[in-house]
């Protein structure tokens, strides 16, 4: 099926792979000449080379637009190639008081995080995979019909709960987007509850790829789903709808071209924005920031949430006075966020609150980003920056050698489009915070879902997973 799309390849053509090397060599030596930080540009350099190689590859090999070094390799380029170079340029710092005089360590940091995430990405995990569960390929239309009506009712309660919680309908449009963190606090359950609605429409969606559902069912779903999701106040729950939708789309009906993919990734860009924009405009009515200020807080690194490199940096510069305080302490973190307060009143906070509290000084938004190597480094310092990338990207390759075991496979395409779509919260804000959390959320409700539509059939080892 779509897989066979994937396996076609072109000869790398000599005159591109000269005009690529030499534009990151003329842009290197560019960045050493003009900057007072010759070694962070040069290390800046290696970074970019280190995340335009795989984009290169699969470009000129017409390799899988959603393969995971290609995600990564262009997150890298946004956020620890595209940010630093403003610092270098003269940036302010999105961190008040931030040392930006010499971003070698942290750039250094972020070169062994990259190269140990291609490093464990390029071990095989095929026979692994091939010994991994898989549901059945057909699912039951009863079954599935029950499934997205109990997520509709279910999510829709949560919804409605919280809107009581928090003061009413009118009370919470008047603050979406100007309080949505504030009220959300202490009702983060119904809040994500009400968030995996979106689950209903992704089942409903997935099936009508591979089986007789009638596509009326898949949009009666979305327009369900959709204005739940929209009305929540954060970008991530109705983005991750379309992009599970989009990954479904792309290995069981039709893979995206390149050119597809650059426009649908613009699409998102621009919706990504403009919620950002739309955002600070309301913060900016609701307590009447000076129009400088306005500005500030919508230049580019605000509006695309590109601060994950700078709290890197402020975890870089301050743990080692910190280290008596926080070492390990996310690993125990995570665990302890299931467990309810009434049996745990002492419990930790989540890893981005207290990571939040102690490092990014006076800072006007909620929380920042604290970044996958940010995550390891509070945890074990430079051991932890080689841990965490290793084993993101050992994690990666065994997931996508899971769907290409199994293609045309609604079950198995289902799993990867949703660990596809916490990629970047993942690459952002670490594995061991909110998105953790929520990822373990939604594995275990999948867990559930997939054994109930399938009626817990699994397809035996060697029996072939599409036609």
């Not at 898989?134 to 709960?161: D, E, K, M, N, T």
């Not at 490199?309 to 125990?332: C, E, G, K, N, S």
């Not at 390759?397 to 395409?413: I, V």
């Amino acid at each position: 099926m779509a897989e066979a799309a994937f396996e076609g390849k072109k000869p790398a053509l000599p005159w591109i792979t000269v005009f690529v090397g030499a534009a990151v060599l003329g842009v290197g030596a560019a960045l050493c000449a003009a900057t007072a930080q010759p070694w962070s540009a040069a290390l800046l350099v290696a970074v970019a080379a280190v995340g335009v190689a795989p984009i290169y590859r699969a470009f000129r090999t017409r390799g899988d637009v959603l393969a995971p070094p290609l995600l990564f390799g262009f997150l890298t380029l946004l956020y620890y190639v595209y940010r630093p170079v403003t610092l270098l340029a003269g940036a302010p710092p999105m961190i008040p008081g931030l040392a930006t005089e010499n971003l070698a360590l942290p750039l250094a940091l972020v070169l062994v995080h990259t190269l140990m995430f291609y490093a464990g990405y390029s071990l095989s995990t095929g026979d692994i995979a091939r010994r991994l569960p898989v549901g059945s390929l057909h699912w039951s239309p009863w079954r599935l019909a029950v499934a997205a009506g109990a997520i509709i009712v279910f999510s829709s309660a949560c919804w409605i709960i919280f809107l009581r919680e928090v003061g009413g309908w009118s009370y919470w449009l008047a603050n979406l987007h100007y309080a949505v963190h504030t009220l959300r606090e202490g009702r983060g359950a119904y809040f994500l509850g009400a968030s995996l609605i979106g689950l209903a429409f992704n089942l409903v969606f997935t099936c009508a790829l591979v089986q007789r559902v009638p596509w009326w069912a898949v949009a009666a779903t979305g327009i369900i789903a959709a204005p739940v999701l929209m009305s929540l106040g954060e970008r991530g729950p109705f983005v991750t709808m379309v992009v599970m939708a989009l990954v479904a789309w792309h290995y069981l009906r039709r893979p995206f071209s390149w050119r597809a993919m650059a426009m649908l990734g613009g699409a998102l860009i621009v919706v990504f924005v403009g919620f950002g924009l739309f955002r600070e405009y309301t913060v900016e009515r609701q307590e009447g920031f000076a129009r400088a200020v306005l500005a500030e807080r919508l230049s580019t690194a605000q509006v695309l949430s590109l601060n994950a490199f700078d709290m890197f940096t402020r975890i870089v510069q301050r743990t080692p006075d910190l280290a008596d305080y926080q070492l390990h302490r996310p690993l125990w973190a995570l665990p302890a966020s299931f467990i309810p307060s009434a049996l745990l009143p002492e419990k930790p906070p989540m890893v981005h609150v207290w990571v939040n509290d102690i490092y990014r000084g006076e800072w006007r938004r909620n929380t920042m980003a604290i970044s996958l190597p940010g995550e390891g480094y509070v945890s074990f310092q430079v051991p932890g920056i080689i841990l965490w990338g290793f084993f993101f990207g050992l994690f990666w390759r065994l997931a996508y050698d899971y769907q290409k075991n199994n293609p045309g496979n609604p079950s198995a395409n289902l799993l990867y489009a949703l660990l596809i779509s916490m990629f970047f919260s993942l690459f952002r804000g670490g594995v061991l915070g909110f998105a953790g959390m929520v990822l373990v959320v939604r594995l275990v409700a999948f867990v559930v879902l997939i054994v109930w539509l399938t009626g817990g059939k699994c397809i035996r080892r060697g029996e072939k997973s599409a036609a």
